[in-house]
């Protein structure tokens, strides 16, 4: 009767252990998701400015020419 009620207790910790691990897994996930966020961000701004930079460079340019 003990290893029958210590099996259920050791498995009983080992989903529980299971159990933090995927809700810290799935914090770090949502984590990672907005820092891909505000980094698509970040380079959809640059690629914004570069884009105005391009335009005043070849308006620049055609007026020297």
């Known amino acids: 009767m003990f290893w029958a009620m210590l099996s259920i ?6 989903l529980a252990v ?5 809700v810290r897994v799935f914090v770090e996930a ?11 961000q970040q380079i959809n701004r ?5 884009e105005r930079a391009a335009a ?7 007026e020297l020419l």
């Open 30 to 40: 949502q984590r990672l998701g907005r820092q891909v966020a505000d980094a698509t």
């Open 56 to 62: 005043g460079a070849a308006r620049t340019s055609r």
């Open 46 to 50: 640059a690629a914004e400015e570069l």
């Open 18 to 22: 299971l159990g933090v691990f995927a």
């Open 9 to 14: 207790a050791v498995g009983f910790v080992g």
